[in-house]
Nanobody, 120 residues
Framework: QVQLVESGGGLVQAGGSLRLSCVASGSIARINYWSWYRQAPGKQRQLVASIYSGERTNYADSVKGRFTISRDSAKNTLYLQMNNLRPEDTATYYC??????????????WGQGTQVTVSS
């Protein structure tokens, strides 16, 4: 069973920074595609950033230049460095990964989420 566990959320003032982490554990062969999503109350879940095919990345327009996605493949860990945070970044942040397991199967996995609250 593969699990994703996020950490690093919290309360921060506007203009501040946070670093989210997502650790994958279980029978993992490889993870080629990682993403961060977020969901604010009453809104749909939206893609924040992805990293894939080595180190290719893409970002939502609203976070470009402020957020950086990265990963440590040896540790099966995904990061999201969030700088210059704004109140509109307030949301629950979720880690998502396409995981190839040691049995040759592939599955789409989600973490439980970590809350980020930005005060004005």
């Amino acid at each position: 069973q593969v699990q994703l566990v996020e950490s690093g959320g919290g309360l921060v003032q506007a203009g501040g920074s946070l670093r989210l982490s997502c650790v994958a554990s279980g029978s993992i062969a490889r993870i080629n595609y990682w993403s961060w999503y977020r969901q604010a109350p009453g809104k749909q879940r939206q893609l924040v950033a992805s990293i894939y095919s080595g180190e290719r990345t893409n970002y939502a327009d609203s976070v470009k230049g402020r957020f950086t996605i990265s990963r440590d493949s040896a540790k099966n860990t995904l990061y999201l460095q969030m700088n210059n945070l704004r109140p509109e970044d307030t949301a629950t942040y979720y880690c998502n990964a396409a995981v190839w397991d040691t049995r040759g199967g592939v599955s789409d996995r989600w973490g439980q989420g970590t809350q980020v609250t930005v005060s004005s």
